[in-house]
């Protein structure tokens, strides 16, 4: 049985001060024992804060990207090895918005999954076609392409550090969501892929997310389809409240 994992995105939200209410909250309210792993994605400068509120709750944290060199001449970026040194477990890598907005590539993006894999980090693994890819049938194509050149030199025993984060462009931040049979659909052509290039058991064991205006009214239909293993969650991890019932959604 995998475990379900629910992670927010908070993409670029909340000062120090206003992320350590949110987690103070939040940890209030799914405290004990949730059946899902939960894990908060902040921006760096919330990291010191977030873990510091975090520590001793079952809440884990994350960062929203990273550059793929240990270390060196490149200004204003971040470093997997500094991520681990201030407590971070896991880290976003490819979300669309910065395939987007940042030039990121295929190629980028497995330099840094091998990287944050190689620096002990867990790695979300974001793919997704957008609504022209979709409209034009090639959304599998996307998607496999994607997961291929994003694993490229990724081994076996490391894909158990890494969570794939379906998440179709269309639905993020729009308030539409995919339906639970098209995001199960993608899902679970997104774990034959792994079957393909990896093996049967690894493809059983991978945690394949769904992200795109996940909310608590949606959750548990979405976490319910055999193949969706958790959510990415940007606007509703922003409120206490809604986050707390789609960690509820998926025990
Ligand atoms: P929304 O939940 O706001 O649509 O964002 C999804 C997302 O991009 C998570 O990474």
């Not at 205006?213 to 293993?229: H, P, R």
Request: with cysteine.
């Amino acid at each position: 049985m995998r475990r379900k994992v629910i992670a927010g995105n908070w993409k670029m939200n909340l000062t120090p001060a206003e992320a350590k209410v949110l987690v103070g909250d939040l940890a209030g309210k799914i405290a004990g024992n949730p059946a899902c792993d939960v894990v908060v994605c902040v921006p760096f400068v919330d990291i010191a804060t977030v873990v510091e509120a975090t520590a001793g709750t079952c809440i884990k944290v994350g960062a929203q990207n990273m550059h793929q060199a240990e270390k060196g001449a490149f200004t204003g970026e971040i470093s997997a090895p500094m991520l681990v040194a201030c407590g971070v477990e896991y880290v976003v890598i490819g979300h669309s918005e910065r395939r987007q907005y940042f030039s990121e590539t295929d190629e980028t993006v497995n330099a840094k999954v091998k990287s944050a894999l190689a620096a002990g980090l867990k790695v979300i693994l974001c793919v997704g076609e957008t609504l022209a890819e979709r409209e034009t049938g090639v959304t599998e194509e996307t998607v496999s392409r994607q997961v291929k050149l994003g694993l490229v030199g990724v081994t076996e025993a490391q894909l158990a550090n890494v969570i794939i984060a379906y998440e179709p462009v269309w639905a993020i931040g729009t308030g539409v969501t995919a339906s639970d049979e098209q995001a199960e659909e993608t899902c679970a052509f997104t774990r034959g892929v792994i079957a393909e290039v990896y093996s049967a058991a690894a493809a059983d064991a991978i945690v394949i997310q769904y992200g795109g205006s996940m909310n608590a009214a949606n959750a548990a239909g979405l976490l319910s389809m055999g193949n969706i293993d958790g959510g990415l969650v940007g606007g509703a991890s922003l409120k206490a409240d809604d986050f707390a019932t789609i960690v509820t959604a998926a025990g």
